[in-house]
């Protein structure tokens, strides 16, 4: 069998399992107003091209329809979901 060249190698940062917390780029509420912005969730469901995400806030849809159970599919290795970025704690 013939092998398939990559022009880039497979990024196996963009693997996700189930019970992975992931931050989604997605439409939200934050306090009273809706915003576009990076949201941390948990991966539900696992396929082989979309994860899906469960949030503990509610979140839109583009065309502005909100999500009854708060869940989002998202393809992988898009550029709208990520593992969550490392934050520094405050120094008490």
């Known amino acids: 069998m013939a092998t398939i060249p990559f022009s880039a190698p497979p990024d196996n940062n963009k693997d996700y399992e189930i019970g992975d917390h992931v931050e989604v780029l997605c439409d939200h509420d934050q306090e009273d107003d809706r915003v576009r912005d990076w949201l941390e969730g948990v991966v539900v469901k696992k396929g082989h091209k979309k994860v899906a995400v ?10 502005g329809w909100m999500v009854p159970d708060r869940v989002l599919w998202c393809s992988v290795g898009a550029h709208n979901i990520r593992h969550p970025m490392k934050r520094r704690r405050a120094k008490s």
Do not use: A, I, P
């Not at 469960?54 to 065309?63: A, C, E, G, I, P």
């Open 54 to 63: 469960q949030f503990h806030k509610n979140v839109y849809l583009t065309d």
